[in-house]
T-cell receptor, first 112, second 110 residues
């Protein structure tokens, strides 16, 4: 069974640009979570999508947004990129709300 | 306030030297406690879920235990390939968010 996939693996942008990150959950999983992990730091919760709806968001500015598509894949958009947005962005999926989260390999975003 | 604290921050062991990692938590009603392993630059890999005090789970050289205030990840006769950062997270009954600890970086020297 294929795991969570994320694309691209690496992304280099400059300040002020927009970044789009993509996530495909495990087949049959309907919930998708996004996390930011800055170098050497812990996981910071960004967004949670379930059945196409945004269920919760972490303490991040509105320039971090996303959506979940009918096939349960998800997209994270970061507008007006800042240097401190450089981080590993992780996506996780669960079969049902509240169950174990399974993570993808992440997208490494570098903002220059 | 719900909180997770992991200790130590880093642990260096010789190959074969058993030890334990600690995850202390405060949460208003525990739904579950999760252990993950993370290699540098990669996504966390799920290890265990524990739901109630007294529960134990094992996988190869790892054993996770849970009390009402903390969880331990015991590693027996570790090998260099066990080197990684081990993350602990708790989930409260009141919502479905995971509250993450900062992790313990484990280094096993051959």
């Amino acid at each position: 069974e294929a795991g969570v996939t994320q694309s691209p693996t690496h992304l280099i942008k400059t300040r002020g640009q927009q970044a789009t990150l993509r996530c495909s959950p495990i087949s049959g999983h309907t919930s998708v979570y996004w996390y930011q992990q800055a170098l050497g730091l812990g996981l910071q919760f960004l967004l949670w999508y379930d059945e196409g709806e945004e269920r919760n968001r972490g303490n991040f500015p509105p320039r971090f947004s996303g959506r979940q598509f009918p096939n349960y894949s998800s997209e994270l958009n970061v507008n007006a990129l800042e240097l401190e947005d450089s981080a590993l962005y992780l996506c996780a999926s669960t079969p049902r709300t509240g169950e174990t989260q399974y993570f993808g390999p992440g997208t490494r975003l570098l903002v220059l | 306030e719900d909180q997770v604290t992991q200790s130590p921050e880093a642990l260096r062991l010789q190959e074969g030297e058993s030890s334990s990692l600690n995850c202390s938590y405060t949460v208003s009603g525990l739904r579950g406690l999760f252990w993950y392993r993370q290699d540098p630059g990669k996504g966390p890999e799920f290890l265990f879920t524990l739901y109630s005090a007294g529960e134990e789970k094992e996988k190869e050289r790892l054993k996770a235990t849970l009390t009402k205030k903390e969880s331990f990840l015991h590693i027996t006769a570790p090998k260099p390939e066990d080197s990684a950062t081990y993350l602990c997270a708790v989930q409260a009954r009141s919502n479905y968010q995971l509250i993450w600890g900062a992790g313990t970086k484990l280094i096993i020297k051959p």
